[in-house]
């Protein structure tokens, strides 16, 4: 049997405003939530519920109802849910009816997209905790299945995972880590007895992600015949193909002019037409197949740029500094047990804030410029310390 793991993420950050220093101590209404504004929250998941969530959540949903052995997974973050319950509760709905059905799994992860782990174990579980609770009161599932933030994996992480009660986790098939080995395989983590690892096919899942579009990639125009034929001979190499790739893929990064939806419309109903393929879910691969090696990452790897490793968030003073001041704040903001001061706070440590800092302008500079919602990294830096000023002086004064 040939498995293709179809994994899409689901996340929205809580944008903050350009917050002045003159509003600290005087207002704290930190997000752009009016619809009018330039980068409000509300317009941006609007636009993006439009032109990607609906149309691709109905795409699925025809395909699981024409094929009832058609399966995905999804992570979908805390933030983009508060988002949903506000703005597209009709998307919680019809995710909601397509967990019943039987044929979507749902990935455990932070609540708040963030990179705790490396920062603060005790706040990265308590931010698994209530990602947990919510798919539970939303979907009635817990999961089973973890993902960290941008897929940022090491082994200590997995040691926590499988000690946690997890038995698969993901992470990127990077090309140093695996040398000769292939990502279209089950593998165990070092240091771990029962817990599975499932790996990116980077290449596959990017042809798609990244490149579907691009009219000066060598293989472009990307069809379904000539796509199934690249995994016929990846297949070779193991019968597992991991797609992961962020659910706005499909009509956000490529918009619907490309033929993304066509494409995916087609190729779902061209795998499937030959009997010994299937799609299935992060754990049902991880059920299939036993370990084929042992795969180790002390150090740790993500999904993000060219160089797969933390530098986007991690790679200049001010994000550093940001990150640093951030977390100095957990145990006393913490103490208050206020409710709405928590959530701001916490809001603050999903990564998307960090990333737009990043001055890396060289292959990855493009990518960063067009995920940030502010005019350059030091505009970001700026609005972000002005809103953890205003945390001070609130938490001083609570």
């Known amino acids: 049997m040939r498995a293709i793991c179809l994994y899409l993420h689901m996340h929205q950050p809580i944008r903050y405003r350009e917050y002045s220093i003159f509003d600290v101590g005087n207002n704290s209404n930190y997000y752009n939530d009016h619809f009018d504004g330039r980068q409000s929250n ?45 703005w597209a509760p009709e998307l919680i709905d019809q995710i909601r009816q397509m967990v019943n059905s039987g044929q979507v799994e749902i990935i455990g992860e932070t609540y708040y997209h963030s990179l705790a782990f490396f920062y603060d174990l005790a706040e990265f579980e308590q931010q698994v905790d209530l990602h947990s609770a ?63 690892l499932l790996l990116k096919n980077y290449r596959l899942s990017d042809d798609i992600a990244f490149r579907f579009s691009n009219r000066n990639w060598r293989a472009w125009p990307l069809t379904v015949a000539k796509y199934q034929n690249w995994i016929d001979l990846d297949c070779l190499r193991g019968n597992l193909i991991n797609l992961f790739m962020d659910f706005e893929t499909f009509g956000e990064h490529q918009w619907k002019e490309t033929g993304i939806f066509d494409f995916m419309d087609h190729f779902i109903d061209s795998w499937l037409a030959e009997y010994e393929n299937k799609f299935v879910t992060v754990s049902e691969a991880a059920d299939l ?32 500094s940001a990150t640093d001041d951030l977390y100095h704040l ?67 004064n609570s």
């Open 42 to 86: 509300e317009r941006i998941f609007k636009k993006v519920t439009e032109k990607s969530y609906r149309p691709m959540l109905n795409l699925l949903w025809r395909k699981m109802q024409k094929h009832p052995d058609f399966k995905i997974s999804l992570s979908i973050t805390g933030t983009w849910l508060e988002q949903a319950e506000r």
């Open 134 to 196: 919510k798919i539970q009161e939303l979907f009635g599932v817990t999961p089973q299945a973890f993902r960290n933030t941008e897929l940022a994996y090491n082994d200590e992480l997995a040691r926590w995972a499988e000690s946690k009660g997890y038995h698969v986790i993901l992470a990127e098939g990077w090309d140093k880590i695996l040398g000769w080995r292939s990502p279209n395989h089950v593998y165990r983590p070092a240091g771990c007895e029962h817990l599975k």
């Open 289 to 320: 197949y036993e370990p084929a090696d042992e795969i180790s990452m002390p150090e740790t790897i993500t999904w993000a740029d060219t160089e797969r490793d933390l530098s986007a968030w991690a790679s200049n003073a001010m994000q550093g």
């Open 330 to 396: 957990r145990q006393s903001i913490l103490a208050t047990h206020d409710s709405a001061l928590i959530a701001d706070w916490r809001r603050l440590t999903t990564s998307d804030h960090v990333y737009s800092m990043c001055t890396k302008y060289w292959h990855d500079g493009d990518v960063h410029a067009y995920f940030s919602a502010y005019a350059s990294p030091y505009e970001s830096f700026m609005y972000y310390m002005n809103v953890l000023r205003d945390i001070e002086y609130r938490l001083s």
